[in-house]
């Protein structure tokens, strides 16, 4: 089966300036989206305009992404994982081995890759049991990340699952949030480790706090806007 690209977007109109290491840098990314397997997981190809990309959330159909890939003539480096329930993490190790680059996510989940109770695929009969090898490094929220080209931050949004993390690109205006917040929508709550306590705290402290302009790109479904967001989603009102 042949994979779409739904969403192709250049980001941010074109061009902005930041300031790296001291110096000025012209910005400029593309974000893909590609849902992929079962419940249609948002993959997300962030790249830049060294054709380098970061594959975040790679769920499954490893074949079909990595063609996709070559045929955009990315330069894959790194994998991210937002958390590692089972359709998150199905094509990493496919991935992983094609590219030989190193996978990053929280540590607090890292027992889950090789754990088929806590990573959910040993919930359902229909489904094999998702193992994936172990990651070659942690993110630790609060300090910009850097990798290639990319320059990052990382958000510890817990509530979904207690490892959930959200990847913040381009001055903040670009939010990668996995299942912790969605168009109209929030992450369930009732699989291992999830807390819906938590999980608003997460979104109202450190995701509606961003500028109403940010794209919020999820785990499942379209991409939308803090400020959509705040706006018209029903599960966020009187909190
Ligand atoms: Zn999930
Ligand atoms: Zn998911």
Redesign the pocket.
């Known amino acids: 089966m042949d994979i779409d690209l739904l969403d192709v977007h250049i980001y941010p109109d074109l061009k902005t300036k930041s300031s790296i290491i001291g110096k000025e840098v012209n910005k400029l990314l593309n974000i893909r989206r590609i849902p992929l397997g079962p ?1 249609q ?1 948002n993959c997300y190809i962030v790249s830049n305009k060294e054709k380098e990309c970061l594959i975040i959330d790679p ?1 499954e159909q490893g074949h079909d992404l990595i063609k996709q890939i070559k045929n955009a003539n990315l330069k894959p480096i790194a994998i991210l994982l937002t958390h590692a ?1 089972f ?2 993490i199905g094509a990493v190790d496919d991935v992983r081995k094609e590219f030989a680059v190193d996978m990053y996510m929280h540590k607090k989940e890292s027992a889950w890759l090789s754990d088929p109770q806590l990573n959910g695929s040993g919930k359902y009969a229909q489904l094999p049991d998702y193992v994936v090898a172990p990651a070659e490094h942690f993110l630790a929220p609060g300090e910009a990340q850097v990798i290639g080209n990319f320059t990052f931050d990382v958000l510890h949004t817990p509530g979904h699952s207690p490892g959930s993390i959200s990847f913040l690109f381009d001055n903040k205006q670009i939010a990668i949030v ?2 912790t917040l969605f168009k109209r929508s929030i992450g369930r709550t009732d699989l291992a480790g999830g807390n819906s306590q938590l999980l608003l705290e997460s979104i109202h402290k450190q995701l509606l706090s961003l500028d109403e302009e940010t794209m919020v790109y999820p ?2 479904d379209e991409p939308t806007t803090i400020g959509a967001e705040i706006d018209g989603n029903p599960f966020l009102n009187g909190f």
């Open positions: 419940i997981t769920g329930h359709d998150h996995g299942d785990g499942h």
